[in-house]
């Protein structure tokens, strides 16, 4: 059993997850293998077990709760649509539980040719959960209670074993306390990503932020190099390095394709073997993802506190490459305006429209870390149509009637792939999205040196219905909007942003509301409180840069 959860948690577990085949066996995989359920404790869960204490989301299992990650609290929800409030989350016998892993390890068997996978049950995905979650250093005795595991004893074999090097660093030098009482490493994981944060805001272009976040890592003690690369349309394209050649990072972005799919796609930070050194590999999250950042270390064991650092470190690098990119267009005298005609077969809104014979109108968007978030008028269609139309397929997250006025009938809608996400992603600003049963109509704009034929190239190769049918150079929005909105922008961060853009397109702000503060907490995936708090800064910065504007 140990040696099947070791495989596992080599990257045996997401290919057993891609062998299976409904949702519902998905779903049973992932409440063993990544919340760590017993069937009993699978089938006994309802559709309304699992409670949010702040950001941190834990399912009710008889006498203990055990954590559920983001990602698997999602497909929870999802699942439930389909389920009566009165029925058990997944109703079926423990045994069928059994089965299902049993039948998605005998598909992966035979579509890899690693027997390994006939052996999987539901205790070798529970030992992988444990396994995981000891090997990112959380606490033993916190490992005991989110699981099924009683003592400490039956942890034993899946704790991390230290090496000679581990057992010297922790005596040494790196295994100390600072004055403040943090680990030495710890304390230089804060100092490197205060540093960086002070340099970006003076940065005045992405090279100067591709270089100063790969220098300040390869400068300090306890790291050895940083590079970065940004998406494009043959892949990625490394920006700037420091502490590392050019060829060693091509050679790795050769190597671990997989990696960087993972990082990039899952929006994760992880961790590999790199010969005498840890990759880093870190996600460049801003409103969409535009990278990675690797750093590389000399210690093996990198704890999930410093990996958290170090996403943290990758979303304010990529706050401020979108910031960048976004004064660029404001300031700019002319910008380019593409227009692009969308097929009906290419993603959720023309199939829909396609089918139902309706329309949508897109009203505001704001990006999410699950995909973007859009507010979208239709009219000739009901919500449940609509609603239906979404259970069905996986390009769409949640779905929310906000309102319903003379304009139309106002929708929410996650939208986890769409010609908008793939334009937004290689830096166009998103000015219209009209769809109607004969397909749709995007116009965006990108600055006037970008390379438009990338541009296209990306479209079409992630929706071949996709066509440009114009292409002309525009003049942007008046000069005193540009300085308000410049203003803003410098002031804001993303997730102020996020909160203030999906309250004034949700309607928070109309009276009566067309949306409460918790349908868009939970729209955007965080607390109540936490979405308050966000909203009320923004709008004090809001108010401030509009009135410190009129003074002038």
């Not at 008889?62 to 649509?81: L, M, N, T």
């Not at 039956?154 to 004055?179: C, F, K, N, Q, Y």
């Not at 943290?312 to 404001?330: D, F, K, S, T, Y």
Request: hydrophobic share 40%.
């Amino acid at each position: 059993m140990d040696g099947l959860a070791q495989f596992l948690c080599a990257g045996g577990y997401e290919r057993l997850r891609r062998a299976t085949r409904t949702h519902r066996g998905d779903l049973v995989v992932r409440l063993c293998g990544e919340v760590g359920l017993q069937p009993s404790e699978v089938v006994a869960i309802g559709p309304a077990a699992m409670h949010q204490t702040g950001r941190t989301r834990l399912l009710d299992v008889g006498d203990r709760e055990a954590f559920v990650p983001a990602a698997v609290a999602h497909s929870i929800r999802k699942y439930a649509q389909s389920v009566d409030d009165t029925d058990p989350l997944v109703d079926v016998s423990e045994r069928r539980i059994q089965m299902l892993v049993s039948e998605s390890g005998t598909r992966a068997a035979d579509a890899t040719g690693d027997d390994r996978f006939r052996d999987v049950s539901t205790r070798d995905l529970r030992a992988a959960h444990a396994r995981h979650l000891l090997h990112d250093g959380v606490d033993t005795r916190i490992v005991l209670a989110v699981t099924a595991y009683e003592r400490v004893a039956a942890l034993e074999s899946h704790l991390p074993t230290p090496d000679r090097e581990a057992v010297a660093t922790a005596l040494s030098e790196e295994g100390t306390l600072t004055a403040d009482g943090l680990p030495a490493w710890l304390r230089r994981a804060v100092r490197v990503a205060a540093d960086v944060g002070e340099a970006l805001a003076v940065a005045s272009s992405a090279s100067d932020i591709h270089e100063t976040v790969c220098d300040q890592l390869a400068e300090t003690d306890g790291y050895r190099f940083g590079w970065v690369a940004e998406t494009t349309g043959d892949g990625l394209a490394v920006r700037a390095h420091a502490g590392v050649t050019a060829d060693s990072i091509e050679q790795t972005l050769a190597d671990r394709t997989d990696l960087v799919t993972e990082v990039i796609e899952e929006q994760t930070v992880r961790s590999v073997d790199a010969g005498n050194t840890t990759l880093l590999a870190v996600p460049l999250v801003g409103e969409t993802t535009r990278g990675l950042l690797a750093v590389g270390t000399l210690r093996g064991d990198v704890s999930a506190i410093e990996r958290d650092l170090l996403g943290a470190l990758g979303a304010q690098v990529g706050h401020a490459l979108a910031v960048i990119e976004h004064r660029r267009l404001l300031l700019a005298d002319t910008v380019t305006e593409l227009t692009f005609d969308i097929g009906r077969e290419t993603a959720f809104l023309p199939e829909t429209a396609a089918a139902l014979g309706c329309e949508f109108e897109l009203v505001g968007i704001v990006p999410a870390d699950e995909g973007v978030l859009c507010y979208v008028t239709t009219r000739a269609v009901t919500p449940d149509a609509v609603f239906e139309r979404a259970s069905a397929t996986d390009a769409v997250g949640d779905v929310r009637f906000v309102s319903d006025a003379e304009t139309g009938v106002l929708l929410e809608v996650m939208l986890r792939r769409s010609p908008i996400q793939a334009l937004a992603a290689v830096g166009g600003q998103i000015r219209s999205y009209e769809v109607s049963s004969q397909g749709g109509r995007l116009v965006g704009e990108v600055s006037t040196d970008a390379n438009v034929r990338h541009i296209v190239e990306t479209m079409t190769d992630t929706f071949p219905t996709v066509h440009l049918t114009a292409k002309r150079e525009t003049e942007p929005e008046a000069a005193t909007d540009v300085r308000f909105r410049e203003t803003l922008a410098d002031e804001l961060t993303e997730r102020q942003t996020a909160a203030l853009r999906s309250a004034y397109f949700g309607g928070y702000f109309e009276w009566p509301r067309d949306s409460t503060a918790e349908e868009l907490a939970d729209s955007l995936n965080v607390s109540s409180p936490t979405l308050h708090h966000h909203l009320r800064i923004a709008q004090q910065k809001l108010l401030d840069s509009f009135f410190d504007d009129s003074v002038e």
